[in-house]
C-alpha cells in the first residue's frame, strides 16, 4: 500500500483468497481502496475458466473430476455474481499477488481502470460497510461502502 497512487496492491489473506487494492494516496502513505466486488460486462466465460482454475489452488487432491465439478457448480451461478466478493474480484481475472505495483491507470495495463463514456451517468448509493462490527463505533456507521444505486 505504500506505492505510487493508481498502482494495485494485491496481498493474501487467511493464506487463500487474494485481494485487490487500488492504491489512492501519495507514495509512502498507506491508503488503498479495496475493490470488493465487479460486475462483469464482457468476458464471461473467461471469467468463468479463471474461477475454476483459482478454486483449486492450494487445495490437496485437486483432480480433474473436482475441477468438473467446480465448473458445472460455476455454470449455475449468474454472471453479475461471479466476482461478488474480493476474493471472487480476483479469481474471475486470475489477479493474485504478482500484479501488484501494476499501473491501473496506464491505457495499455492489462489490468486498468477505465472512466465511464461521457454520456452515460451512473447513480452512486453509500451505506455502512458490512462484516466490520469488531472494529466498534464510530466505525461501523460510516457510510465508506459504494454501491450502484438502483431503483
Same mark, same amino acid.
Given at each position: ?20 487494492n487500488?492504491?489512492? +494516496?501519495?507514495?509512502?502513505?498507506? =491508503? ?6 465487479? +460486475? ?6 473467461a ?6 482454475? #483459482?478454486?483449486? #489452488?492450494?487445495?490437496?487432491g485437486?483432480?480433474?473430476? #473436482?475441477? +468438473? ?8 451461478i449468474?454472471?453479475?455474481?461471479? =466476482? =461478488? ?7 474471475? /481475472? ?21 472512466? #465511464?463514456?461521457?454520456? +452515460? ?12 462490527d469488531? =472494529?466498534?463505533s464510530?466505525?461501523?456507521?460510516q457510510?465508506?461502502r /459504494?454501491t450502484?444505486?438502483?431503483?
Amino acid at each position: 500500500m505504500y506505492g505510487p497512487p493508481g498502482h494495485a496492491y494485491v496481498y493474501l489473506v487467511y493464506g487463500m483468497h487474494d485481494c485487490l487494492n487500488v492504491i489512492t +494516496e501519495p507514495l509512502g502513505a498507506p =491508503a488503498a481502496l479495496l475493490i470488493r466486488a465487479v +460486475e462483469p460486462l464482457e468476458g464471461v466465460d473467461a471469467m468463468r475458466v479463471d474461477r475454476v482454475l #483459482r478454486t483449486g #489452488r492450494g487445495r490437496r487432491g485437486w483432480t480433474a473430476d #473436482r475441477a +468438473e465439478r467446480s465448473a458445472a457448480r460455476l455454470a449455475r451461478i449468474p454472471d453479475d455474481r461471479l =466476482a =461478488a466478493g474480493p476474493g471472487l474480484v480476483t479469481a474471475a /481475472f486470475g489477479i493474485d499477488t504478482r500484479w501488484t505495483g501494476v499501473d491501473l491507470c496506464d491505457p495499455r495495463s492489462p489490468l486498468r481502470i477505465e472512466t #465511464r463514456p461521457p454520456d +452515460e451517468t451512473i447513480a452512486v448509493a453509500t451505506s455502512p460497510r458490512i462484516g466490520i462490527d469488531y =472494529a466498534g463505533s464510530p466505525w461501523i456507521a460510516q457510510p465508506w461502502r /459504494f454501491t450502484i444505486a438502483r431503483d
